[in-house]
């Protein structure tokens, strides 16, 4: 199984925040992209529901299993 998102985008993206919330809400994740393609490493995350939010765009729903 792999543990890392990876997003693939243009330099448009770099220095974009992101947050990654779990089912309920809360910060799990916070931080700036800052080199592309970007990983976020995932392996400490329970298994669940969780969401990733770039600047103010519409989160992106993942399912860790």
Do not use: R
């Not at 770099?14 to 393609?37: A, D, E, R």
């Amino acid at each position: 199984a792999s543990y890392v998102i990876t997003l693939f985008g243009s330099v448009k993206m770099l220095q974009t925040p992101y947050t990654l919330y779990n089912s309920i809400g809360q910060v799990v994740f916070k931080g700036i992209i800052n080199q592309l393609p970007f990983s976020l490493n995932v392996v400490s995350l329970k298994s669940g529901t969780y969401w990733l939010q770039l600047d103010q765009s519409k989160p992106l729903k993942f399912l860790k299993q």
